[in-house]
């Protein structure tokens, strides 16, 4: 089956604990993006790369990082510099001729 | 320039009737417009796009409405049925790797 993998699905973390993220394609897709979703205000970009070793900040990077060594594989780190990090986590992928992005079905992080 | 605007934030729908979302661009660099189904605990899925070259699609019961110089687009949902209960969200993209995204219209069908 292709698609796009999230794991684990609830996490649960300690105030001032690095945590991260697993996001798996198996679609070829050259770009892959992760989002943060909180409760009526939509789907916020953290990240994006278009190509292995490259990726951008999106709109609300501060707090994140990532790494993108394998097409496949786009993992997102929570550091402890995030003020807020309990929200789902989003992450999806986009072929390099189609426009269509498809997404992940989440992550749901909760920090106590 | 970046923001899409989505409304109205929530609705709800007799089952059976027709249920709009409008979404309004100012970007016109923007050349995509997805709208995405959203169930609660679950990624976004894609339901229908719209490229500006036409000014309507349909699929099924879903149809995008697009509106050039207006820059507006809207999604129809036709005879609407209680399993359509979700959030949907659109978007817009255009020149880049990025999204915009609405923020959401969360749907209720009652039966």
């Known amino acids: 089956d292709g698609g796009i993998t999230q794991s684990p699905k609830y996490l649960f973390r300690k105030e001032g604990q690095n945590v991260t993220l697993s996001c798996e394609q198996n679609?070829?897709?050259?770009?892959m993006y992760w989002y943060r979703q909180d409760p009526g205000q939509g789907l916020r970009l953290i990240y994006y790369?278009?190509?292995?070793?490259?990726?951008q900040k999106g709109d609300i990077a501060e707090g994140y990082s990532v790494s993108r060594e394998k097409k496949e594989s786009f993992p997102l780190t929570v550091t402890s510099a995030q003020k807020n990090p309990t929200a789902f986590y989003l992450c999806?992928?986009?072929?390099?001729?189609?426009?269509?992005?498809?997404f992940g079905p989440g992550t749901r992080l909760t920090v106590t | 320039q970046q923001q899409v605007k989505q409304s109205p934030q929530s609705l709800i729908v007799q089952k059976g009737g027709i249920s709009i979302i409008n979404c309004a661009y100012e970007?016109?660099?923007?050349?995509?417009f997805p709208w995405y189904q959203q169930f609660p605990g679950k990624g976004p899925a894609l339901l229908i796009a719209?490229?500006?070259?036409?000014s309507e699609k349909k699929e099924g019961r879903f149809t995008i409405s697009f509106n050039k110089s207006a820059k507006q687009f809207s999604l129809h949902i036709m005879d609407s049925q209680p399993g359509d209960s979700a959030t949907y969200f659109c978007?817009?993209?255009?020149?880049?790797?990025?999204?915009?995204f609405g923020t959401g219209t969360r749907l209720k069908v009652l039966a």
């Open positions: 999806a992928s986009k072929g390099n001729k189609r426009y269509e992005q498809y």
């Open positions: 679609l070829n897709h050259d770009a």
């Open positions: 790369s278009q190509i292995v070793n490259d990726f």
């Open positions: 970007n016109t660099a923007f050349d995509y």
């Open positions: 719209i490229r500006p070259d036409v």
């Open positions: 978007a817009a993209s255009g020149g880049t790797y990025k999204y915009i």
